[in-house]
């Protein structure tokens, strides 16, 4: 079956950098889009990031353009969400998602989804 599993969260200062990894199977990874959501506590989920199949279009969210990178890595099956300069307020659940086709910000088109891994800054 397919599977996403997230990794790379944890606890960081204001100002601090994370690399978040998303490892994916069960699926033709370089034939799907793939993104980023986040989620904070009482808040609906989000979207952070998405990549195209080639990772040629990226699409970001304004509250994060220019301090986050996606990157993806077709032949080992893996997406990456590279976040500096963090701030308390992008303390939330990340999750990776994949879709079959076109490049999209919207959760509910997301086929696939991973289980979250936790993002903390400390302000």
């Known amino acids: 079956q397919v599977q996403l599993v997230e990794s790379g969260g944890g606890l960081v200062q204001a100002g601090g950098s994370l690399r978040l990894s998303c490892t994916t199977s069960g699926l033709t990874f370089s034939s799907y889009v793939v993104g980023w959501f986040r989620q904070a506590p009482g808040k609906e989920r989000e979207f952070v990031a998405a990549a195209s199949w080639s990772g040629a279009r990226t699409l970001y969210a304004t509250s994060v353009k220019g301090r986050f990178t996606i990157s993806r890595d077709n032949a080992k099956n893996t997406v990456l969400l590279q976040m500096n300069s963090l701030k308390a307020e992008d303390t939330a659940v990340y999750y990776c998602?994949?879709?079959?086709?076109?490049?999209?910000?919207?959760?509910?088109?997301?086929?696939?989804w991973g289980q979250g891994t936790q993002v903390t800054v400390s302000s």
């Open positions: 998602a994949a879709k079959s086709s076109g490049l999209t910000t919207t959760v509910i088109s997301y086929d696939y």
